[in-house]
């Protein structure tokens, strides 16, 4: 979805790879601010716990990715979210594979997936690379797909929800750094929605000519005009994958 008419490479989204990632942190544990969250947050909590439940393989998929969790926690709560967006945006799938970002890497073949350089991922991405392997095995046995699929509307009435507000902050933005946001350059700024984080929290990242932005909706919409800027690249520069909080 477009974000303005004179911005067309700025794009409001929903991803099934950055649902997937933080849907299984929520089934280990992460309940930061659950109860200001959009309700469809609960909700798929809920389903995906019931699920869990219906299957002994799938109790063995959520038992062993959350043990990774567990051992790989932060002490601080807004990072424990970073992290796991930082190697959402940085996997493609399902299935879930690291996604390239070299620009002089050819691209993959119908059927064959390029492997991305460790040196290539986010810092704090490649410290729960584990993870991904886990992922894909609560994936396959929990029925994320189905979930997700059962959400899609959910998701997309989130977007038509939050469209104008965030076309207006971004207007916004643009008239306070005279400069557009995207459409230059050849950058891609795209901002996902997604109730499963923590919705005080707004992450920006820049990776290369990729420009991102996730938010989680709440009972209020919030994105500073530092996140927007230094995610459009602007601003700070936020290519380590740090994160913009009120």
């Known amino acids: ?140 046995t929990a029925g994320l797909k189905v979930i997700w699929q059962h959400h899609r509307e959910a998701y997309s009435a989130l977007t038509n929800r939050y469209h104008e507000p965030l076309s207006k902050m971004l207007f916004g933005t643009e008239m306070y750094l005279k400069l557009p946001s995207a459409g230059y350059l050849g950058r891609q700024f795209t901002v996902y929605l997604d109730p499963m984080g923590a919705p005080g929290q707004t992450n920006a990242r820049n990776y290369g000519s990729d420009y991102y932005v996730v938010i989680s909706p709440g009972p209020s919409l919030w994105l500073g005009d530092k996140a927007f800027g230094a995610a459009a690249g602007f601003g700070e520069d936020c290519s380590d994958g740090r994160e913009f909080q009120k």
Do not use: W
């Open 1 to 140: 979805m477009c974000l303005a008419q004179n911005t067309p490479k700025v794009t409001l989204e929903t991803s099934e790879t950055l649902f997937s990632v933080l849907t299984a942190i929520n089934a280990c544990g992460y309940d930061q601010e659950l109860g200001v969250s959009d309700p469809l947050r609960a909700q798929i909590r809920s389903e995906v716990a019931k699920s869990i439940q219906a299957s002994a393989e799938s109790q063995e998929a959520s038992q062993t990715m959350c043990e990774f969790y567990k051992e790989h926690q932060q002490p601080d709560a807004s990072r424990e979210l970073a992290q796991y967006v930082s190697l959402a945006l940085s996997l493609t799938g399902p299935p879930f594979t690291p996604r390239s970002r070299d620009s002089e890497t050819p691209k993959p073949k119908p059927g064959e997936t390029v492997q991305m350089k460790e040196t290539q991922l986010p810092p704090d991405a490649t410290y729960i690379t584990g993870f991904i392997p886990l992922l894909q095995k609560f994936y396959d």
